[in-house]
């Protein structure tokens, strides 16, 4: 049988950029992704400093509109939705009947429409569950991915760069967004990131990518300047702040309240005015109330090796886990690792080994985030 060529990968509205600036590309959900520029260990530690910028055009970007927009998505979500201001966002999951978790995502509200940010790797997974579920409901739902562009500038000293364009952006709370015009088009910033430090993501049409990049960068020389970073800084970032990823800490095979993410779901959604509740409702109730039979821990290990995911954790001969994520941290110089453990089998301060290779390497149980910033 004649094997079938893979499709070609999509390429975002910053390719070129990434090319001019002798981005290391890689292939990630499809898509044909810078995971660095020069060292990653040093764009890290620029977005603790004071900023790094970011391609995370591969996200999806969905579009909901018309009257039962809310509703359907009060059906699609873990979280109550119907409660949002205007132009503020919201963290939330989208799960499985049996509660597993189908994607972590994030929801913005506009004035006369909604749209959700979904994982590049599930989008095309979400837009079959979102048509198998809208029923006859007056919902109009658009994939808006490929006609835009989004970025992420995260850094302590983002905001005062940004604040050279706009007062008010910096002046925006947390999980808020504003709607700006430029050459009469629309670009929406939100105070979101997925770093642990403060920041924006920006969605903009496809078409005004290297204008707007261009004037970010305007001065790539410069120390204190925002500096173009790749996929493997934003690992390690969220790892140090022990932010969940798709398809290492979540999956539909893990709930949210095994996942650390109770606050995600709303259990009393079915008592609202629709009285339906969400996909997986009924599943989570009954989760809510046992045991988890994991529990997610953070580790410090001792060394320089990189712990992987799937690596098992031992106690006194007795193989408690797996390793879920792992980096050597810039931040603090050693490695870390998130990891599910048999719940109740460890503390904060237990000395545990990761096996690696032929070889195991010992660890402390610490507590997580690694990683937090100071206001």
Not at 117 to 141: F, M, P, Q, T
Not at 171 to 181: D, E, N, P, T
Not at 359 to 372: A, D, K, L, M, T
Request: net charge negative.
């Amino acid at each position: 049988m004649e094997q079938q060529e893979a499709p070609p990968l999509l390429e975002t509205p910053f390719h070129g950029f990434h090319l001019e600036h002798d981005a290391k590309l890689i292939d990630f959900a499809g898509w044909e992704m810078p995971i660095r520029y020069g060292s990653i260990i040093n764009e890290h530690k620029q977005v603790r400093n004071t900023g790094g910028l970011f391609d995370v055009s591969h996200m999806g970007r969905i579009e909901f509109t018309g009257k039962d927009a809310q509703p359907f998505l009060e059906r699609l979500l873990t979280r109550r939705v119907g409660d949002m201001k205007d132009f503020t966002c919201r963290y939330s999951l989208i799960c499985n009947e049996d509660g597993g978790v189908k994607d972590d995502v994030i929801v913005y509200r506009f004035l006369d429409k909604w749209m959700l940010v979904v994982n590049a790797s599930n989008r095309e997974k979400i837009l079959v569950h979102i048509d198998n579920n809208k029923g006859g409901l007056a919902v109009k739902i658009k994939d808006k991915t490929e006609s835009t562009a989004m970025i992420a500038l995260q850094g302590p000293g983002v905001m005062d760069i940004i604040d050279q364009f706009s007062s008010e952006v910096p002046a925006l709370k947390r999980y808020s967004f504003c709607v700006k015009s430029v050459m009469t088009m629309k670009i929406v910033i939100s105070r979101t990131g997925y770093t642990g430090e403060d920041g924006v993501e920006v969605i903009l049409p496809a078409k005004m990518a290297g204008t707007v990049i261009k004037m970010l960068l305007k001065d790539p020389g410069d120390a204190a300047a925002i500096k173009p970073s790749g996929l493997g800084a934003r690992d390690s970032l969220r790892i140090e702040a022990a932010m969940p990823l798709y398809g290492h800490e979540i999956d539909e095979d893990t709930d949210p309240f095994t996942a650390g993410l109770g606050f995600a779901v709303s259990l009393d959604k079915d008592k609202d005015e629709d009285g339906e509740g969400f996909i997986g409702q009924e599943a989570l109730k009954k989760i809510e109330g046992q045991t988890p039979e994991r529990q997610l821990v953070g580790m410090k290990l001792k060394g320089r090796r990189t712990p992987r995911q799937g690596n098992a954790i031992y106690q006194n001969g007795d193989q408690l886990g797996a390793v879920t994520s792992g980096c050597l941290s810039p931040t603090l110089g050693y490695p870390i690792a998130l990891a599910y453990v048999k719940t109740g089998s460890c503390t904060l301060g237990d000395t545990v080994t990761v096996a690696a290779g032929s070889s195991r390497v010992e660890g402390e149980i610490v507590e997580i985030p690694f990683y937090q910033r100071t206001s």
